[in-house]
């Protein structure tokens, strides 16, 4: 399984970003939870949003809840996290990650397929 991330950037806070994730390698795009981490310099990578093999179940965390949006593209293989009113402290590297774990159960430490990731910055 690939997994290619595109859709950083640079913004000013209060901006909005458009993360996308291209998922190559199945034909089975249907069994994988999908997910975004990201990791900012010194810190450890954290969970953002998941979303459901089905795509009917979604969770954030607090820190995006309200502002962040994840969606899954059958049709495309895709999975895109919509970022609105972004502050300084969601500047990070942003990775897409899929498992056939549940959401409840995607840990870094437990995912096994990640992307390269993506740099946003958040700053004026």
């Known amino acids: 399984l690939q997994l290619v991330e595109s859709g950083g950037d640079l913004v000013q806070p209060g901006g909005s970003l458009r993360l996308s994730c291209s998922v190559s390698?199945?034909?089975?795009?249907?069994?994988?939870?999908l997910a975004w981490f990201r990791q900012a310099p010194g810190k450890e990578r954290e969970g953002v949003s998941c979303i459901s093999q089905s795509g009917e179940r979604t969770n954030y965390a607090d820190s995006v809840k309200g502002r962040f949006t994840i969606s899954r593209d059958t049709a495309n293989n895709t999975v895109t996290l919509q970022m609105n009113s972004l502050k300084p402290e969601d500047t990070a590297v942003y990775y897409c990650?899929?498992?056939?774990?549940?959401?409840?159960?995607?840990?870094?430490?437990?995912?096994?397929?990640w992307g390269q990731g993506t740099l946003v910055t958040v700053s004026s």
């Open positions: 990650a899929a498992d056939t774990l549940p959401c409840s159960s995607m840990a870094p430490a437990h995912v096994r397929y």
């Open positions: 390698g199945t034909s089975n795009f249907h069994y994988y939870t």
